[in-house]
């Protein structure tokens, strides 16, 4: 098993810097008969404000570090260490390594893996890529809506490249949980969180500077 969570990763992730990969929650969906609904989009056809937004609020750092926040990842691992119920500290390079070969749920062991598959993740692919394969890959709704385009078809009606500051931050605060969050019918806590979310990306948007190309995002 060891084997194939080393050898598995080596050969698959130099491939996605040109092949569109699955995740395992969706191997999973496909393996039982679920419902499944992608449709890959890439990263300059997803709205800038939606992309601004996903970095503020998961990872913030992503275009400063190398796969994995080592301050954050020291303090997690203090407060683990004294006892604390120890949370946070994943980066984004570490969720698109755990929904590409790992498993879900809280996981010390898992955790573990996280780190050295994200470094291996950020050494071989581009900042851009690695987020455009998060955005399409990340369960975004209920019914396996998977990918922003499906995510936001599902609660908006509308396509994924043009997004109002509201819908780019109402979508981004359902990735924690997109079984309960339905951004398409916000509750007013929902709607609190996500105007934090949207204060937050217009007051640093410079730090997503990484996924335009030299461009100015249009926001």
């Given at each position: 098993?060891?084997?194939?969570?080393?050898?598995?990763?080596?050969?698959?992730?130099?491939?996605?810097?040109?092949?569109?990969?699955?995740?395992?929650?969706?191997?999973?969906?496909?393996?039982?008969?679920?419902?499944?609904?992608?449709?890959?989009?890439?990263?300059?056809?997803?709205?800038?404000?939606?992309?601004?937004?996903?970095?503020?609020?998961?990872?913030?750092?992503?275009?400063?570090?190398?796969?994995?926040?080592?301050?954050?990842?020291?303090?997690?691992?203090?407060?683990?260490?004294?006892?604390?119920?120890?949370?946070?500290?994943?980066?984004?390079?570490?969720?698109?390594?755990?929904?590409?070969?790992?498993?879900?749920?809280?996981?010390?062991?898992?955790?573990?893996?996280?780190?050295?598959?994200?470094?291996?993740?950020?050494?071989?692919?581009?900042?851009?890529?690695?987020?455009?394969?998060?955005?399409?890959?990340?369960?975004?709704?209920p019914d396996g809506e998977f990918g922003i385009e499906a995510g936001v078809k599902a609660a908006f009606g509308v396509d994924a490249d043009a997004l109002s500051w509201e819908r780019a931050s109402l979508?981004?605060?359902?990735?924690?949980?997109?079984?309960?969050?339905?951004?398409?019918?916000?509750?007013?806590?929902?709607?609190?969180?996500?105007?934090?979310?949207?204060?937050?990306?217009?007051?640093?948007?410079?730090?997503?500077?990484?996924?335009?190309?030299g461009r100015a995002p249009e926001l």
């Open positions: 098993m060891l084997a194939v969570l080393i050898v598995l990763p080596v050969v698959l992730v130099p491939l996605y810097l040109v092949v569109d990969p699955i995740s395992t929650p969706m191997f999973a969906r496909y393996l039982t008969g679920q419902r499944v609904e992608r449709d890959w989009r890439d990263i300059d056809a997803i709205s800038d404000r939606l992309k601004v937004s996903v970095v503020m609020s998961e990872d913030g750092q992503f275009c400063r570090h190398q796969g994995v926040d080592l301050g954050a990842l020291r303090d997690e691992i203090k407060t683990f260490m004294a006892g604390g119920d120890a949370r946070g500290a994943s980066t984004i390079s570490m969720q698109v390594a755990r929904n590409l070969f790992l498993w879900q749920g809280r996981s010390v062991i898992r955790k573990a893996l996280e780190v050295p598959l994200a470094l291996y993740l950020d050494l071989v692919l581009p900042k851009r890529r690695i987020m455009e394969i998060y955005l399409n890959i990340a369960e975004w709704g979508m981004t605060v359902t990735l924690p949980n997109p079984h309960v969050r339905k951004p398409g019918h916000p509750t007013a806590g929902l709607r609190r969180i996500a105007s934090i979310i949207t204060a937050r990306a217009q007051q640093y948007s410079d730090r997503a500077w990484c996924l335009f190309d």
